[in-house]
């Protein structure tokens, strides 16, 4: 008798929500990697599938294995790749314990990987692109944690002077007034693993054009395992839905105890019809297969117009 193949590994899950592309891997326990390419970085880094290689950030939620265990591996494949040196930003109590692995990994290779970290404390900036920055936002769970906001920083004329003529406007700057007010557009938010709390009534969470949430437990007997490993339910996720404006809500990070087509049921069933259209789950492979085609059909439409 011939053994039976091996088992596949999952698929990278996959949302193009224009202009951004959400892809990677969620599952609860084994690993998180969620990359928006657009945006030059990677949530979490999982085991580092190849893709993440390509982002020069990686903003770490907290120390877990599922959510940092390829940590070092990256570095590495990024150096090995001549991909420049990759850069890592963290929460500041996991600075050190980072350093500590990257030495661990000297000792065992006979060789350095250059490597950068960042720590980020809550409510601190890094900017990552040209008025692109990444927002550290405290969250609750087992261990130290911080959740992500990507904003656009935009300066737009004070609104008192819109209409105003040029010659005036430029005498108002020679005399040292501030013509131009700053605006922060939320674009991206990644909750990373987090209990309900405060930090869901944020203004820049809830402004996020994307959230990408965890979504732990779905069944209601499951609310208990929410409760001690600090995790969401989907209770939780539709209370969210009734303050988010993100116009699409990605689950992550959601259990093998239930499988996809029972979560789908549990989300179909407890989600409000209004709300359902904006809501993907990242490793919903048939789902997400169904949308791009979808998209792809609606572009040849316009194309052929
Ligand atoms: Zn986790
Ligand atoms: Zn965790």
Redesign the pocket.
Known sequence: MIPREPPRQPQIGFVYYPPFRVQGMSI??EA?VVQVPELDVCFDIGKCPRMALASPYVAL??G?M??SAGLAYYFSQRQFQGMGVGTLICHPGLEEPIHNIMRAWVNLEGQQTPYKVVPLAPDGELEIKNNIFLRAIETI???S?QGYVIIERRSKLRADLIGQPQEKLMELKKAGQAITRTIDIPLVCFT??TMWGSHFDRPDLLGAKILITECTFVEPEHRDRAAV???LHLDNIIDLLDRSKAEAVILT?TSRRTNMSETRRFIDAKIPPEHRSRVHLLMDSRANRARYAQQLQTLDSVKST
Do not use: E, L, Q, V
């Open positions: 609860a326990g998180t939620s907290h877990h599922d959510h769970h087992t261990a944690s990373g693993d490993g600090r995790h990070h």
